[in-house]
């Protein structure tokens, strides 16, 4: 069963930067795709970014390009979402997602659920 292990939330102050990390494992495709999603308190959980790791194809939503950059680790199953520039409007708890054997799905201009999903990392942004 695919396992995902999201690490690197925290306090920092706007302008400030921070990267996440989300460890998977459990793989059972020769590929997959792990997305990034944040939950901000009262908001609906909006997908972020998502990488695909059969052409290292990536997305991210208008709000965060520029600002925001996924990239993996594939040897070590590891994505990274570096978080520059940071607004308090990016304070969330901020959980990564994955599909196996399956690409990223990108929907209303947001990155769509995912199947696997792993326990979040709060992420706050003071002004």
């Known amino acids: 069963e695919v396992q995902l292990q999201a690490s690197g939330g925290g306090l920092v102050q706007a302008g400030g930067s921070l990267t996440l990390s989300c460890a998977a494992s459990?793989?059972?495709?020769?590929?997959?795709?792990i997305g990034w999603f944040r939950q901000a308190p009262g908001k609906e959980r909006e997908g972020v970014s998502c990488?695909?790791?059969?052409?290292?194809?990536?997305f991210a939503v208008n709000s965060v390009k520029g600002r925001f950059t996924i990239s993996s680790d594939k040897s070590n199953n590891i994505v990274y979402l570096q978080m520059n520039s940071l607004k308090p409007e990016d304070t969330g708890v901020y959980y990564c997602a994955a599909e196996d054997g399956i690409r990223c799905t990108v929907f209303g201009g947001t990155v769509a659920g995912m199947e696997y999903w792993g326990k979040g990392t709060q992420v706050t942004v003071s002004s």
């Open positions: 990488f695909n790791s059969d052409d290292g194809s990536t």
């Open positions: 459990g793989f059972r495709s020769g590929s997959y795709a």
